[in-house]
């Protein structure tokens, strides 16, 4: 058997038994409870703010004279954003915290989706009450962690390429940003026709590499990434 993640609204993060449905562990996330206003946006869906574990080790020693066990034994542990806007890494089996909980984002940025790409984690976060819609990157290789930001506009979808960079849609365009400094690369503003809503998507074609976005009259647009 082995386990699947969930994270609810009210900062819960839960394990199943993929196999059997039967609950591993649940956990409440500790400072979640005092921020109920961003569980929810009205008007946008749910994010997925959990990110599940894969093979590999999550980051080196803290230091050269960290010699201690690794309390991942190995493992990339689950990442999971709390409604306060904290990012937590907790052990996959056990439900416990593999490091300190680190602030990401401010408190007031609603729900935000999370994406790993690299060695950088990303939140994107929509448009949601005073808050206007954001992409955040944390580097949590680095002590004290480096957290960059960017503010497209009022959509948040993200998609990473395969050369790190990643892809954000603004009010009216597509925007190429930095690896983890979140710096503008470039954009392509369509000539026809306005954005509509979603997430961009990255694939492969021809040994070449492609970005997709859906258009508000039903059209995908798909643009070289070169």
């Known amino acids: 058997s082995y386990g699947a993640f969930a994270a609810g609204s009210d900062g819960t993060v839960y394990s199943v038994d ?10 409440r996330l500790e400072d979640s409870s005092s921020h109920p206003e961003n569980a ?7 994010p997925s703010n959990v990110i599940t574990p894969a093979p590999g080790r999550i980051r080196p020693p803290l230091d050269d004279d960290d010699e201690g066990p690794d309390p991942t034994h190995g493992n990339r542990p689950l990442r999971a954003l709390s409604a306060g806007g904290r990012l937590y890494e907790i052990h996959p089996s056990t439900g416990n915290d593999t490091f300190p ?6 408190a007031q940025a609603g729900p935000a989706r999370l994406t790993l790409s690299g060695r950088f984690l990303y939140a994107a976060a929509p448009s949601c009450g005073s808050s206007p ?52 690369k470039d954009y392509y503003q369509p000539g026809e026709g306005k954005l509509g809503s979603g997430t961009p998507v ?16 039903s059209r995908i647009l798909v643009l070289d990434s070169r």
Do not use: M, N
């Not at 993929?18 to 956990?27: I, N, Q, S």
């Open 133 to 184: 819609g954001r992409v955040w990157s944390i580097d949590t290789r680095t002590v004290p962690p480096t957290i960059a930001s960017y503010e497209p506009g009022k959509r948040s979808g993200i998609a990473a390429g395969f050369d790190g960079v990643l892809y954000a849609l603004g009010p009216d365009s597509v925007v190429a940003l930095t690896p983890g400094s979140l710096q503008k």
């Open 18 to 27: 993929a196999d059997l449905g039967t609950l591993f562990w649940e956990r």
């Open 40 to 46: 929810a946006c009205e008007g946008v869906p749910a």
């Open 202 to 217: 990255v694939f492969a074609w021809e040994h070449r590499e492609w970005v997709g976005v859906f258009t508000e009259d």
């Open 101 to 106: 909980p680190q602030d990401f984002l401010p």
